[in-house]
């Protein structure tokens, strides 16, 4: 009944955003009010469970992502950045930031839980300087300065409503790229 009720929160947040209702999920999956209840403290606790999913999701991918070893450094991370979820498809990253916006206190526990996509690239970026693929630069640094690329485009894109495109990331990466990657025609044939 909680992947009911959920799958149905999905589409009523795809369609309205914050602004459905538990009466109107309540109809949506044909039960009581009384029973959601029974199954979710409230909207805040449905809006985190689904959001927490996508997260999941999305550092699940990263982490096949990271072991492809067909895939250059450059692939691999541009492919980490650009990860949709494929739980819960119909919260787009518009709505996913007003969400966001509305609860904070989910943001919160939704930044602290990225860790572990943060943790992933990690790993892989040290796996990877130790295979001499990258300059023997600072790992931790990389992950920061990429967590500001991130950060002030999902703001950027979500708060402040600039156009920006998934190119946009990409083309900031690739300043980042430059000084990390020790030969990137070697880089590009491996």
């Not at 990263?62 to 494929?86: F, M």
Request: charged share 25%; net charge negative.
């Amino acid at each position: 009944m909680r992947e009911k009720i959920l799958h149905a929160a999905e589409k009523a947040i795809g369609n309205a955003g914050n602004d459905f209702t538990m009466d109107q999920l309540a109809t949506a999956v044909g039960i009581s009010k009384r029973t959601l209840y029974e199954h979710f403290r409230d909207k805040e606790e449905i809006v985190e469970l689904i959001l927490l999913s996508q997260l999941r999701d999305v550092v699940q991918q990263a982490q096949a992502v990271t072991h492809d070893e067909s895939l250059s450094v450059r692939e691999c991370i541009s492919t980490c950045v650009t990860l949709q979820s494929r739980s819960y498809p119909l919260i787009t990253l518009p709505v996913k930031g007003q969400l966001l916006q509305k609860y904070p206190q989910i943001a919160c526990r939704i930044k602290s839980a990225a860790q572990a996509y943060w943790q992933e690239l990690e790993t892989y970026l040290e796996g990877q300087q130790a295979r001499h693929r990258l300059k023997p630069i600072s790992v931790q640094a990389v992950i920061a300065l990429m967590q500001v690329i991130s950060y002030d485009y999902m703001y950027r894109r979500l708060v402040k409503r600039e156009p920006l495109t998934e190119q946009d990331l990409l083309a900031l990466l690739e300043i980042m790229f430059v000084g990390m990657i020790p030969d990137e025609t070697k880089e590009e044939s491996r």
